[in-house]
């Protein structure tokens, strides 16, 4: 009797792909989307009224400069988190390659906090 995970196992060799698409693998390709997704997120928040010929509303919008770098920051984030744990495969590394691998993370929190635009000047 085969096993539970044995039925979600994947020939890759015989075409399995995302919709029906040889070579294009599910779990990949939704990271892709939501990589594609958050780009346009990224996009929306600093210059709504690029996207206005969608929504007329969209014209006079406008972020607090504050909100704008604190979202710009917090996608970049979970944009840079997407592509390391997915395409760079640390999902499936030991928690100590991991920690080396997000050793830029803790620089970047220092900088980022050293050049946040705090009020007071």
């Given at each position: 009797?085969?096993?539970?995970?044995a039925a979600h196992e994947h020939d890759y060799s015989t075409g399995w792909g995302w919709l029906g698409i040889?070579?294009?693998?599910?779990q990949y390709m939704w990271v892709w989307?939501?990589?594609?997704?958050?780009?346009i997120v990224?996009?929306?928040i600093p210059e709504p009224h690029i996207f206005s010929f969608i929504?007329?509303?969209f014209a006079e919008l406008t972020?607090?400069?504050p909100f704008v770098i604190v979202s710009l920051i917090a996608l970049a984030?979970?944009?840079t988190w997407l592509v390391a744990w997915y395409?760079?495969?640390l999902i499936a590394e030991k928690p100590a390659i991991i920690l080396v691998a997000c050793a830029p993370f803790v620089f970047s929190v220092f900088l980022t906090v050293g050049i946040f635009p705090w009020a007071g000047g």
């Open positions: 009797m085969a096993s539970k995970d040889s070579g294009l693998y599910t989307v939501w990589l594609a997704v958050l780009t990224e996009v929306f929504y007329g509303g972020f607090p400069r984030l979970v944009k395409y760079m495969h």
